[in-house]
Structures are given as structure tokens and as C-alpha cells.
């Protein structure tokens, strides 16, 4: 009987430890955003979603295009859990019934074209490779943010807006305006939520593997090519990179 409930004891314990090992997962992909033009690995259950940071392409400066969206009872919801499980105060008020809504920007990058081109040169063998084994793996392409007020003209107007790498491979959002620009790490920006591309995989005319096209969340593959590598042709096994 001591035996027995011992290992009741034990089976309890091993539990609440899975659970609270659960909860700390679940708060931290709560947390934390991915940047701008990484890929990701996304992975979820019918609890929370969640996205791993796993790489960053091999790239010196992408356009950004940056929209200004009023807030909606879903987007207010994401921002307003953020903040508070961020523990950050929350500057932002919100009624869906007065005709005035609070402002977001949303982030995008722009030319995908160009984007799938570079993801197709040689300096990308290596993550083309790896990204084609698992068809979670995603492009940030957009972000939703926050920023003060007096500092949406700067965005709304900008000359340019950019991803660059600064010295030590940060990537930083630089608004242009003529000779001023303006640096942010994305750390120093209130992310609430972001939007990311699936690879569509095809095959080059000597057979190799590459990324036919980037497409959003709500879209399908363009015929011929496939979310998953595997199905290029039937999945052959003297297709690489």
C-alpha cells in the first residue's frame, strides 16, 4: 500500500512539473516575436502556437513597405494580452463602439521576387536544404508594431524604409528621410504579432530543389509546385542542391 501510494506521489509530481514546464513554454511563445526576414519553425496544438527563430538569410538590405490599420476587436485583443503578460503598461485605449479607432503599423517586406531569387543563389544551398526537409518552416514577412504617436509621421512619411545588419549581424529597421534615419532594433518596439510565407518547392531545368514562390498564410501553391519538398517529382532521390 506505501508502495502504491508512492508512486501516486511520484506520477502527481512528474505532473505538475510537466505542467508548469507547459505553462513557461506557452508564456514565452507569448513573448517572443521573430524578426523581420528570419525563418522560423512554427509549431502549435490547441492551446497556443508557437514560432523558433532558427535562421537568418544571407542578405544586406530588404525593402520594407509599412501600413497604418485601425484597430479591431481581434488586433486590440493580441496587443492588449501582450502587454500585459509583458508587463508593460498598456498606453492604448479602445471602445469598438466610438467611431474613432486607435492606430498599428504593419510591416511587410516587399519584392518576394527578389526575395525567392536570393533565397535561390548559391550562398542559400545550405538553408534551402534544411528548410526543405519540414514544411513548417516559414519567412517572416510582416510584423504588426506599436510605436508613440509623435513618432507615426516618421514611418507614414518615410523616404525609405529598410532591414539592414548592423556590424555584428543585428538586424535593424531604418526609417530614411532625406539625410535622417532613425534605427530600431526590434527589441526596442512593441511586436505583437506577425504574418509569415510558406515555401512553394519546384525544380530548376538541371533537376535541383528551389523555392518556386513565397506565398502567404491563405494561399495555395501555384500548380506544379508543392509545400512539400517531397512531392517535387514524386520526391526523387538524386534531386539536390
Known amino acids: 500500500m506505501r508502495i502504491l501510494l508512492l508512486i501516486l506521489c511520484c506520477s502527481g509530481m512528474l505532473g505538475i512539473c510537466s505542467c508548469s514546464s507547459y505553462k ?5 511563445a507569448l513573448l517572443n516575436f521573430p524578426e523581420l526576414g528570419t525563418v522560423i519553425k512554427t509549431s502549435g496544438d490547441m492551446w497556443y502556437s508557437a514560432s523558433e527563430q532558427v535562421g537568418v538569410p544571407n542578405w544586406s538590405v530588404l525593402k520594407v513597405d509599412v501600413k497604418q490599420l485601425p484597430f479591431n476587436r481581434t488586433s486590440y485583443l493580441a496587443y492588449a494580452k501582450y502587454m500585459q503578460q509583458a508587463g508593460k503598461i498598456n498606453s492604448i485605449s479602445y471602445n469598438d463602439s466610438l467611431p474613432y479607432k486607435p ?3 504593419r510591416l511587410q517586406l516587399l519584392d518576394r521576387l527578389g526575395i525567392t531569387q536570393l533565397l535561390n543563389n548559391d550562398a542559400h544551398d545550405d538553408l ?3 528548410v526543405s526537409n519540414d514544411d513548417t518552416y516559414k519567412l517572416v514577412t510582416g510584423l504588426n508594431i506599436t510605436i508613440p504617436e509623435t513618432e507615426m509621421p516618421s514611418f507614414l512619411q518615410a523616404e525609405a524604409i529598410q532591414l539592414q545588419k548592423d556590424n555584428y549581424g543585428n ?3 531604418v526609417i530614411i528621410n532625406g539625410e535622417f534615419e532613425r534605427r530600431y532594433f526590434f ?3 512593441h511586436v505583437f504579432g506577425y504574418q509569415y510565407a510558406h515555401f512553394c518547392w519546384g525544380e530548376d531545368q538541371y533537376h535541383n530543389m528551389i523555392i518556386e514562390n513565397l506565398i502567404s498564410e491563405d494561399q495555395k501553391c501555384p500548380k506544379g509546385t508543392h509545400l ?6 514524386g520526391g526523387r532521390s538524386y534531386l539536390k542542391f
Open 187 to 189: 527589441s526596442e518596439l
Open 228 to 233: 512539400k519538398a517531397s512531392k517535387v517529382n
Open 103 to 105: 492606430k498599428y503599423l
Open 128 to 130: 534551402r536544404s534544411y
Open 171 to 173: 538586424i535593424q529597421l
Open 24 to 28: 513557461a513554454k506557452k508564456q514565452e
